[in-house]
């Protein structure tokens, strides 16, 4: 796979959840679950490709995959990696499609 189809491979989806709600609300950053081996640089260009916006900052967290367990089968959910992506002033990015 080459660099260009790889940054467009990056970014699997926008997490939503609470926090990241109050997160975007507050500090206009965008929360998205990105590949396990992706690195700040590629994250921070597949957003400006994707989204046509200017990233100020990225953050990265690796998140271990939680142990479930059904009855006697025990599992566990498998590793992913979160990206906290602030925008630069006058930025945004419009999930909904409507402005």
Do not use: C
């Not at 080459?2 to 491979?9: Q, S």
């Not at 989204?51 to 939680?66: E, I, S, W, Y």
């Not at 498998?78 to 002033?89: E, F, G, I, M, S």
Request: proline fraction near 3%.
């Amino acid at each position: 796979m080459n660099r260009k189809e790889l940054v467009y491979d990056i970014i699997r989806a926008p997490h939503v959840s609470e926090k990241s709600t109050r997160v975007a609300d507050k500090a206009r950053q965008i929360v998205f679950e990105v590949r396990v081996d992706a690195t700040k640089p590629l994250i921070k260009e597949a957003v400006e490709k994707m989204f046509n916006v200017q990233v100020a900052h990225v953050t990265v967290l690796n998140m271990k995959g939680k142990r479930k367990q059904s009855g006697r089968i025990a599992g566990k959910r498998q590793d992913w990696k979160k990206a906290y992506v602030r925008l630069k002033p006058g930025q945004d990015i419009d999930f909904m499609g409507t402005k």
